[in-house]
């Protein structure tokens, strides 16, 4: 099967603050979305990046993408929530993708994606049915609040994982999956009450999610100081 990513870039980024939205804030002189489209392009083992753009997105053409090369494709379908993006992309590419490809969905706003989080995501998942995602082990003990904001429950951490992205599933079984899902904030949500268990494969923190500002900070850090 062949392998296609599908980036979602059509929020507005509201949590930041920011004037305009996150994917395109200036993150060591480039835009925060061009370092995951970049590892994505150069993964050797995916053959296609579509971005899932805004219908009223004026930033893409604002910037120059020619260095990612031939594989990146841009779509203006994104829709209302994160889902309806993914879906837009999905459908966009129907005539392009078999049931069985594969498809990894990864946040626009996942900057410190690696080359080893996505060949081991590859790696681990080529034999499986459904597929699955990176995720990391909760650190932090965790409460429960009730309505009053009192602690209602410790919630036993030994089995609970942070979902990251990219998360990888077959391109039918996600396509049905997503159709019939409605307010999921991620694919695996939406495959697992179509009744199927995506398979968690162990990420590491430096894939953070930028949502706020000093997520920024974290980004260029962990960039930085990467080696190789
Ligand atoms: O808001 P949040 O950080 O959860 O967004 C996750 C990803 O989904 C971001 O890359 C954002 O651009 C994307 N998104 C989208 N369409 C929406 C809302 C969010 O593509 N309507």
Not at 15 to 25: D, E, F, I, N, V
Not at 45 to 60: G, H, P, Q
Request: charge should be neutral.
């Amino acid at each position: 099967p062949r392998h296609f990513a599908i980036v979602p870039a059509a929020g507005s980024g509201s949590r930041m603050g920011a004037s305009r939205p996150k994917q395109y804030l200036p993150l060591l002189g480039r835009p925060l979305i061009h370092h995951a489209l970049s590892v994505l392009c150069e993964a050797p083992d995916i053959d296609r990046v579509f971005v899932v753009l805004s219908i009223d997105d004026t930033e893409w053409a604002r910037h120059d993408w020619r260095g990612l090369g031939g594989k990146l494709v841009p779509l203006f379908c994104g829709g209302a929530t994160r889902a309806d993006s993914v879906l837009g992309g999905l459908r966009a590419i129907a005539g392009e993708a078999s049931p069985s490809d594969w498809v990894l969905v990864h946040d626009a706003a996942r900057p410190c994606l690696a080359p080893w989080h996505v060949d081991k995501l590859i790696r681990e998942l080529a034999g499986d049915e459904v597929g699955g995602l990176l995720a990391v082990p909760v650190a932090d003990t965790l409460k429960r609040a009730d309505a009053q904001r009192h602690v209602a429950a410790t919630v036993p951490r030994d089995s609970l994982w942070q979902a990251q992205t990219p998360q990888m599933f077959r391109y039918v079984m996600l396509r049905r999956a997503l159709e019939g899902a409605s307010a999921v904030t991620d694919e695996s949500s939406a495959i697992e009450a179509a009744g199927l268990r995506p398979r968690l494969v162990q990420g590491d923190a430096t894939n953070l999610k930028v949502t706020y500002p000093l997520d920024l900070h974290l980004a260029e850090w962990i960039l930085t100081n990467r080696e190789g």
